[in-house]
């Protein structure tokens, strides 16, 4: 009984590993940094092991930390599924995750949240940042992970994302004609920074191709119809960043941004995790 552990710690372990800070960690179980601090600080007692190595500037799983982190998220997930099991109803939470931030990750982090607690009903929504913004504001939903919105400055930057002029390897432009583009329809953010760009460089381009999602516009550029603007981490297989041959304007690393009214700890742990996955995806 002396090697048992407490659950509350072991949970706000996984959270800092997740967000990489106290703070933050903090926010989630709603309590302050200073009871984060030894809440950690009797786990690695407990264990026998520095679990964390702490910097004025960051916060890193050490060697153990790393080994630890698994088992960790098993025990937590094992405790809430005991106490969903006596449970009466389920929560619910609505997210809508950007087409242009919702990667091919995605099936692995609704799988990896459902198993994290399922006494809480995901919903996720897909859409474009001006449609589920909408959303958002009408309280339809209780998220938002988009890209960053001209004329919005509320939300927490998650991450920033490199975009590049991406086409397929063996595609080729035809010297004196324009640029052919793929792009998504109006609204879209990345759309309208893109054709910004590309005009303000003086470049003659034309659009090629409307896709409903990013996984049009892939194709369309798997397809050879053209280049498009895109998150690296999006690309298919055998798509090249053509944007330096071309002389195509640099884009700028976007902004991935999260607007959330979440209070209940439950809900905000998920969303902190989903919050540090596509923080992880971009960094990667």
Known sequence: MERSLDVDAVRAFVHVADTGSFTRCAEVMGT?????????KRLETRLGQRLLERTPRSVR???PGAIFLERARDLVA??????CAFGTSRQRLAIGISDHVAGPELPTLIARMNARDTGVLIEIRIGSTGELLQAFDHRE???????????RDDGEII?????GWFAASDWRHRHGEPIPVATMPEPCGVRSLASRLLDDAGIDWTEIFIGGGVAAVSAAVTA????AAL????????VVDVGPALG????????????????????????AELSAAFRSAARD
């Open 231 to 238: 998150a690296r981490r999006m690309l298919p297989f055998g």
């Open 32 to 40: 302050s940094q200073s009871a984060i601090s030894l809440k950690i």
């Open 78 to 83: 094992a405790h809430d599924r005991v106490l």
């Open 248 to 271: 195509l304007p640099d884009l700028p690393r976007l902004p991935i941004v999260l607007h959330s009214r979440v209070r209940d700890g439950r809900s905000a742990a998920i969303l």
């Open 141 to 151: 939903l209780n998220a938002a992970i988009v890209r960053f919105h001209d004329d």
């Open 224 to 227: 050879k119809l053209g280049v």
């Open 159 to 163: 991450t920033e994302e490199k975009f």
């Open 61 to 63: 799983l050490s060697a």
